[in-house]
């Protein structure tokens, strides 16, 4: 028993060194009302997790970005399941504006991202809302899918808060209830599917012209919930990175005032 105490803890220490070694490559550190230097050091971050991803915390590699059976639903009618995809293109987004509100504790940016892909394993499901209208019409799908974004503009609001962990470091963590976001697709969506079927008829043609004419209407309704699980994942990986950020090594600004109490 004492000896798979040791075993576990020598783990937890090299992940832990390994990780902070991360953060050292940066050699800098900013005063916390830096904009610029923050801008630097966060993009820094998350260039290395999109290249080569932080396998010491459990973060996976951004460009490409794997999915695994994540579900969307569009207008509470379809939901659709990426059974075996990728994500292509976060190596090409670019952060135009960077802000880090200390008083309300709160991270304004502005990204833009050129030929951003999702393409996979896809299975679509009627809800029983979009059912109770159609009838017994039977809408069904499994096979390849793809939407090609040309170039998007996200606008997010990150909340965070100054905590300390059980070890008296100073953290900082996600607040995801209070984030916001707008995004506006400012090129052409273009829709791609097969095996897509009314009963045994397979109307994949006849559905990716449609969308495809009308891809600002569907890319509008399509986005929400593409971003609220791209910012879902954000969460979740960026806070393996937050929970071992070494604040003290980073940041010349005494944090302590904004601790939550």
Known sequence: MFQSK??????????????????????????????????????????????????????????????????????????????DGTVNGFKKCALNKFHNDIESLHIQASLTCENFIVEGKYKIEVTPVLKALIGTLDIHGEGQGKVAIDKVKLDVDVAYEVIKND?????????????????????????????????????????????NENWEFIAKNLGKPVVDLAMTLFTSNGQKVLDVLPIKDLYNTDLSPYIKS
């Open 167 to 211: 070890n008296g470091d100073i953290r900082f963590k996600l607040k995801p209830e209070d984030n916001t976001y707008t995004f506006e697709f400012l090129e052409k969506v273009t829709f791609a599917a097969d095996n897509v079927f009314i009963g045994s008829q397979d109307i994949s043609t006849v559905t990716t012209n449609i969308l």
């Open 6 to 83: 040791v075993i576990i803890l020598s783990s937890a220490i090299l992940v832990l060194c390994n990780a902070v070694a991360i953060f050292e490559k940066f050699n800098k550190k900013c005063d916390f009302t830096d904009d610029e230097c923050l801008k630097s050091l966060y993009f820094g971050i998350i260039e290395e997790a999109t290249d080569n991803g932080i396998p010491e915390l459990g973060v996976p590699k951004l460009d490409p970005y794997v999915l695994k059976n994540e579900r969307v639903s569009v207008l509470g009618m379809i939901n659709i399941t990426i059974i």
